[in-house]
């Protein structure tokens, strides 16, 4: 069913507390794998914007019509059947198959956010937030950024162009901090990231796109429609490490090999 109240009157509002959100960095640099942490950094770094922006998408007449045709992108995401008949060079055929070799699925990362245990509300502002959750991966696949540590921040400078929310510049550039301090090399880490968040900010909103025809198009076509740049700085920071046979994919290894 689509929502019909923008906010519902027992959700509480979000607060600022940024020790909170560090806290629960330090945690994700202990366990890169462990996704809840990023989801608790989001809610302790809100945005005062975001319910602006938020309402007036949901009240816009597209807004209005993916509440209706797009519910829960999830469902939409993981039904690899009709994405599969898409053809090869679309941005569902990439999408799918960057998902199968990864190991990922839409429902995986509603998982990781479900850890925290926080209340769920049948409102219009539910609906917007969990597009922002629901959409990382596309992300990654319009972006051209990989799920190397570089790619990630990245993928996170890009969003918050895009959104302007805290947490994703926060992870972004304090990921990126902690990757130079890691790996020492000439890689431009945080000109990559500074570079994704400008082209974040240039493009248009992914969120606010119906997904369901965005992942039909052709790949080439869909970024140059949504104004998405070459990140021609991450690739370059790739072609550093490969230099020094450092694999970006890998850094693990490179962190044993220097100790």
């Known amino acids: 069913m689509t929502p019909t109240i923008f906010s519902h009157p027992d959700r509480q509002p979000a607060k600022f507390r940024p020790f909170k959100a560090l806290a629960h960095f330090r945690k994700l640099i202990k366990d890169k794998e462990d996704t809840e942490q990023v989801f608790h950094i989001f809610e302790n770094l809100p945005r005062k914007g975001f319910l602006d922006d938020a309402r007036a998408f949901v009240e816009s007449d597209l807004g209005k019509r993916l509440m209706a045709s797009e519910p829960y992108l999830p469902d939409l995401l993981d039904d690899h059947a009709w994405i599969d008949e898409l053809p090869e060079g679309s941005v569902g055929h990439a999408y799918v ?3 199968r070799r990864e190991g990922l699925s839409a429902a995986g990362l509603v998982a990781e956010s479900d850890k925290m245990g926080r209340p769920k509300f049948d409102d219009q502002l539910q609906w917007y937030a969990n597009r922002l959750r629901d959409t990382h991966d596309l992300f990654h696949i319009l972006t051209g950024y990989g799920r190397d540590a570089l790619g990630e921040q990245c993928v996170l400078g890009f969003t918050y162009g895009q ?3 805290y947490g994703n510049a926060f992870i972004a550039y304090a990921g990126g ?3 130079k301090r890691s790996i020492k090399s000439d890689a431009p880490v945080m000109g990559a990231i500074r570079q994704g968040q400008r082209h974040g900010k240039a493009s248009k909103a992914i969120i606010e796109q119906d997904i369901r025809a965005l992942l039909a198009e052709p790949l080439e076509a869909a970024r140059a429609r949504l104004g998405i740049g070459e990140p021609t700085l991450y690739k370059e920071a790739h072609r550093a490490y490969r230099s020094r046979g450092i694999d970006p994919y890998n850094f693990l ?3 044993a090999a220097m100790a």
């Open 177 to 179: 901090y902690e990757v």
């Open 163 to 165: 959104t302007g929310n």
């Open 97 to 99: 198959t960057f998902m």
């Open 253 to 255: 290894a490179a962190e």
